[in-house]
């Protein structure tokens, strides 16, 4: 197998390398735990407090090196580690077997997620956290998605808006990116685009693009069908 064939096969991404996007998402990664530690150390039991910062850590992935991504959006860190949390203590409450209770946790959190449209990752952590943590977590109940988690998300959430609106090219929530460079005026006729010119579009894109130019040729050319379809109708 040649060795573009294998790097194709295990998804590695051979776009243009940003350094100057790479150090401000690892900036951004600091602050946003940083004040997640400093809110919930000031506020919460330290001994508490640490438990949920796992689940954080990769909420700060998503919010400072993809904010644009679908999973990275107010709706979806909220709502994602809320429901979670919920579902994570009442599968510790109601199901005595401890394994059960934790795989349970991450798919019950899944499923409530995907339904209340909140999908977000870390979600997971936080409902495997409920069941997996200490007493002292244990007894904090359904008080648990207050403090610390819906306190941690909304320090993180507050920090990512601040910080990306720094940066024109970052501006948090993704509503605002589209917004500020939306096209007023649709074309008559859609030119031809090929997989090339996507590679070429992706790679002139400052922030992380969570798809590849093989789902992009798909959206575009349903998208365009779509216009021929109204055109004629």
């Known amino acids: 197998m040649h060795i573009s064939e294998f790097l194709d096969l295990i998804g590695f991404s051979r776009h243009k390398f940003n350094l100057w996007e790479n150090v401000i998402s690892t900036a951004g990664g600091f602050l946003g735990i940083f004040g997640i530690l400093m809110t919930s150390h000031w506020l919460l039991d330290p001994e508490v407090a640490v438990l949920i910062i796992p689940s954080m850590g990769a909420t700060?992935?998503?919010?400072?090196?993809?904010?644009?991504?679908?999973?990275?959006?107010?709706?979806?860190?909220?709502?994602?580690?809320?429901?979670?949390?919920?579902?994570?203590?009442?599968?510790?409450?109601?199901?005595?077997?401890?394994?059960?209770?934790?795989?349970?946790?991450?798919?019950?959190?899944?499923?409530?997620m995907y339904l209340t449209r909140c999908i977000h990752p870390p979600g997971g952590a936080t409902a495997l956290a409920a069941v997996i943590g200490t007493e002292k977590l244990h007894n904090l109940g359904f008080s648990y998605e207050f403090q610390p988690v819906l306190l941690n998300a909304f320090t993180i959430l507050l920090v990512?808006?601040?910080?990306?609106?720094?940066?024109?090219?970052?501006?948090?929530?993704?509503?605002?990116?589209?917004?500020?460079?939306?096209?007023?005026?649709?074309?008559?006729?859609?030119?031809?685009?090929?997989?090339?010119?996507?590679?070429?579009?992706?790679?002139?894109?400052?922030?992380?693009?969570?798809?590849?130019?093989?789902?992009?040729?798909?959206?575009?050319?349903?998208?365009?069908?779509?216009?021929v379809a109204v055109s004629l109708s």
């Open 60 to 112: 700060a992935v998503l919010l400072f090196a993809a904010p644009h991504a679908p999973f990275s959006q107010p709706w979806n860190v909220i709502g994602g580690h809320a429901f979670s949390a919920i579902a994570g203590v009442a599968c510790w409450q109601l199901i005595p077997d401890y394994t059960i209770a934790a795989s349970a946790s991450v798919g019950l959190a899944i499923g409530v």
């Open 160 to 227: 990512a808006i601040i910080f990306n609106a720094m940066f024109k090219w970052r501006q948090y929530p993704a509503h605002l990116h589209t917004k500020r460079q939306q096209v007023k005026q649709i074309p008559a006729e859609y030119g031809p685009i090929n997989h090339e010119d996507f590679v070429y579009a992706l790679s002139h894109i400052d922030t992380y693009v969570d798809i590849d130019e093989d789902d992009l040729i798909k959206i575009y050319n349903l998208a365009t069908k779509r216009h």
